[in-house]
């Protein structure tokens, strides 16, 4: 599994553009946006759009390194500016892009935080496969984590299947691992997760006991037949004596 999370971060500039007696018709808008997945940035990518109408018109992406027109209007502009100075300005995009976003991410880079772990079974639609294991890691940063699963303290390497890192949208992130496989009697599964906030990896061993609701049903209807077994015989004594002291009076 793949421990490079792919992620962006969008600087949306908007402005507005009214012109002349038609300025009610037209409204200009520029969507600037950087695009990396590496930790160091160092793949970069700036992207500069240009909208008329909610319609893309032009765009200039770093990559190509030039501007490109989407319409009759949109190559005009392209040609102007890739023969200009704003052409220029618009180069020097990734080294903004990167400038920004490291200091924004530094205030995050040097902390981390643990992520919840959850083990538990699932029921697949049409129950296609004797059990299905979820194992669940939640709200951790950074986003680097690796999920594995341990068959009696062995490293399990099929049977599983696993998503990628997800963002929560608040800096967090969320992953999920499933288990295919067939229960046999005394064996043990387990989940390991390793992560930056962990000194050594972490091993959670998934409870193939019943749930904490069905126990509680269990131990309500447990508690109600013994106390229906204590009430029993107290009220067959009690209905004997009444029986008795009935029968004493008529006597």
């Known amino acids: ?23 009610a018709d037209y409204y200009y808008i520029r969507r600037a946006k950087c695009i990396y997945s590496s930790p160091d940035f160092s ?35 392209a040609e102007s500016w890739n023969n200009g100075p704003f052409v220029q300005t618009e180069r020097n995009g990734v080294a903004i892009c990167t400038s920004l976003i490291q200091s924004e991410a530094s205030r995050f880079l040097d902390k981390v935080v643990k992520p919840k ?37 062995k490293l399990m390497t099929s049977e599983m299947t696993s998503t990628m890192e997800m963002a929560d949208g608040d800096w967090y992130y969320q992953i999920h691992s499933e288990l295919e496989y067939t229960p046999k009697s005394g064996e043990k599964i387990s989940c390991m997760v ?17 749930p904490e609701s069905d126990r509680n049903k269990i131990a309500i209807g447990s508690s109600g037949l013994v106390l229906g077994m204590i009430i029993a015989p107290a009220g067959l004594i ?14």
């Open 43 to 77: 793949d970069m990518k700036y992207i500069d759009s240009f909208y008329l109408n909610k319609h893309l018109f032009t765009q200039f992406n770093s990559t190509l390194r030039k501007f490109v027109g989407f319409n009759e209007i949109g190559e005009s502009f």
């Open 238 to 251: 009690y209905y004997k004596k009444k029986l008795a002291d009935r029968t004493l009076v008529r006597l």
């Open 1 to 23: 599994m793949s421990l490079l999370k792919h992620s962006s971060c969008h600087l949306i500039l908007t402005l507005s553009l009214l012109t002349g007696a038609d300025s």
């Open 117 to 153: 772990v959850k083990v538990s079974s699932v029921t697949r639609d049409g129950g296609n496969h004797p059990a299905v294991l979820m194992c669940s890691a939640y709200e951790f940063y950074p986003a680097h984590i690796k999920v594995s699963w341990l068959r009696d303290g």
């Open 194 to 210: 390793e992560h930056a906030s962990f000194n050594k990896p972490m091993i959670y061993d998934w409870d193939p006991s019943l």
